[in-house]
Structures are given as structure tokens and as C-alpha cells.
């Protein structure tokens, strides 16, 4: 897995930078700029970007039907009500898993 990023495409709204919790992106010049070591993968910021400017490439691995489940579920631990960042990459191996398992799921809500 990999992160892309269409620097002509992102219009420097500030909506992936805000939906990190951890300062990966900072907005420079009217576009965002991305700081890829550190980056967990975890589809927040791909998630936050109206534009399509930011995309995770995904490896999909064939999984025999028997082994397939509807559902991954991921706990992470809070404190104050800030996920703390070992969270962040627990979300990121379960939106892996739920990819791999269900290869056209998209996630509705990442909190």
C-alpha cells in the first residue's frame, strides 16, 4: 500500500490536515504539503479530500470465499476522547482487512 498525491488536483482546503492527529500535513502555498515517513496509512486524509487529490493505492490479495467474513472490528483505546496513535495504525490494518475481505467496501464513518 502506498499513498498518492495529485498536487494539480488538491485545491488547499485544509481538510486532510485537520483530520490527521498527528502533523503529517501542513498547507504551504495554497496546497497541502505531505511529510510520507510517519505516515501509517491510515485513509483519513484520503477520506477528508473532496477533490481525489490524496489516494491510498491498495494491494488486493485473492482470499478463498470460505475464509471471507462480512466484518472487521477494531478497538482502539481513547483518552479524553483523542484516540491515542497505536489506534491509528490498529485502523489502518483493519481497513486492510475489511479491503482484502470485501474487496469493493468503502468505510462510512472513521472517527
Not at 470485501?102 to 464513518?109: D, E, G
Given at each position: ?26 498547507i ?9 515517513e ?9 477520506d ?11 494491494e ?39 479491503i482484502?475481505y ?8 472513521w472517527?
Open positions: 500500500m502506498g499513498l498518492k498525491f495529485d498536487k494539480e488536483k488538491c485545491t488547499g482546503c485544509g481538510s486532510c490536515e485537520s483530520a490527521l492527529s498527528v502533523r503529517l500535513i501542513t504551504l502555498d495554497d496546497k497541502a504539503s505531505i511529510k510520507i510517519g505516515c501509517n496509512v491510515c485513509g483519513a486524509c484520503e477528508a479530500c473532496a477533490t481525489g487529490a490524496i489516494k491510498i493505492e491498495k488486493m490479495a485473492q482470499i478463498p470465499r470460505r475464509q471471507r467474513t462480512p466484518r472487521v472490528w477494531v478497538f482502539a483505546e481513547q483518552r479524553n476522547g483523542e484516540i491515542k496513535g497505536v489506534g491509528l495504525e490498529l485502523l489502518s490494518k483493519g481497513r486492510e482487512l475489511a482484502l470485501k474487496p469493493n467496501y468503502v468505510p462510512s464513518v472517527t
